[in-house]
């Protein structure tokens, strides 16, 4: 793979994991305390000031979008340095929305302009599920962790981080199979051939994203949840560790596809 290939991936996680991180510590209440939050806007900024520096030509909404939340982050971060932990936290959902504006617009404008509407839609909806997936699995694998800091901390926010988990892991399993279906179908000769191709052995790299990015998730999703229910923080850390894993070479896998074949698959 060439440099732009790398840093068109690179760009790809920086910036979903970033706004599903916004989104997933958006969830959290104050009581994860100001170094759990300061730690999580830290990263988010970063990440999302990584991906502007390696992406290439963006759509302006995308780029006003990262933008207006790499800016917006900052300033929440220095909220909370300032002890104003409970204004930040109010203000999560500007960064995190104004982020998803952009990553949607990137999917919805990064469809070649012949083919069908329904490409640009799902590659929409495929950022937001993919920002997501990564922020709650991710996340909720770094709030894990602060159960041993805060061993008082209520099991809820864990538990809303895995119903999020969950939730996406539906989203992008449901997309997967749209675009299959429709693919397979279509008129648009390079679509279906690209679809057909899923089936044979230079779907290689499909198959890994499917067994990596969505059936390992599925199954840590389902552990993940049983251990919650019995408030058992440290078994359902590590199990978020092995889905880190996963979910960072599923979504690798899935955003080189995305980039390749243009099918937010």
């Given at each position: 793979m060439g440099v732009r290939v790398y840093k068109a991936l690179t760009f790809l996680l920086f910036s979903q994991l970033a706004v599903g991180g916004l989104w997933s510590i958006s969830l959290i209440p104050d009581e994860a305390g100001k170094?759990?939050?300061?730690?999580?806007?830290?990263?988010?900024?970063?990440?999302?000031?990584?991906?502007?520096?390696?992406?290439?030509?963006?759509?302006?909404?995308?780029?006003?979008g990262l933008t207006v939340s790499l800016i917006l982050t900052v300033i929440l971060f220095a909220l909370i340095l300032l002890d104003r932990l409970s204004i930040a936290r109010r203000l999560l959902p500007l960064p995190a929305l104004s982020g998803t504006a952009g990553l949607v617009w990137l999917g919805y404008l990064g469809a070649p302009v012949d083919w069908p509407?329904?490409?640009a839609i799902s590659a929409a909806i495929y950022m937001i599920?993919?920002?997501?997936?990564?922020?709650?699995?991710?996340?909720?694998?770094?709030?894990?962790?602060?159960?041993l800091v805060l061993p008082t901390l209520s099991i809820d926010p864990l538990r809303k981080l895995t119903k999020l988990m969950i939730l996406s892991t539906v989203a992008k399993t449901t997309i997967l199979g749209l675009v299959l279906y429709l693919g397979a179908s279509s008129t648009v000769a390079e679509i279906a051939e690209t679809v057909e191709g899923f089936g044979r052995l230079q779907?290689?790299?499909?198959?890994?994203?499917?067994?990596?990015?969505?059936?390992?998730?599925?199954?840590?999703?389902?552990?993940?949840?049983?251990?919650?229910?019995?408030?058992?923080?440290?078994?359902?850390?590590?199990?978020?560790?092995?889905?880190?894993?996963?979910?960072?070479?599923?979504?690798?896998?899935?955003?080189?596809?995305?980039h390749t074949t243009h099918l937010p698959v």
């Open positions: 170094s759990f939050f300061r730690f999580c806007t830290v990263i988010c900024g970063l990440l999302l000031g990584g991906s502007l520096l390696v992406a290439g030509p963006l759509p302006i909404a995308t780029l006003t509407a329904w490409v599920a993919t920002a997501l997936f990564l922020g709650s699995v991710i996340f909720a694998m770094a709030l894990g962790h602060w159960y779907g290689l790299l499909f198959w890994a994203r499917s067994l990596f990015g969505l059936i390992g998730p599925i199954v840590i999703c389902y552990m993940t949840w049983e251990t919650v229910k019995l408030n058992a923080t440290q078994s359902a850390t590590g199990l978020l560790y092995v889905g880190t894993i996963f979910v960072l070479v599923g979504e690798t896998l899935s955003g080189f596809l995305y």
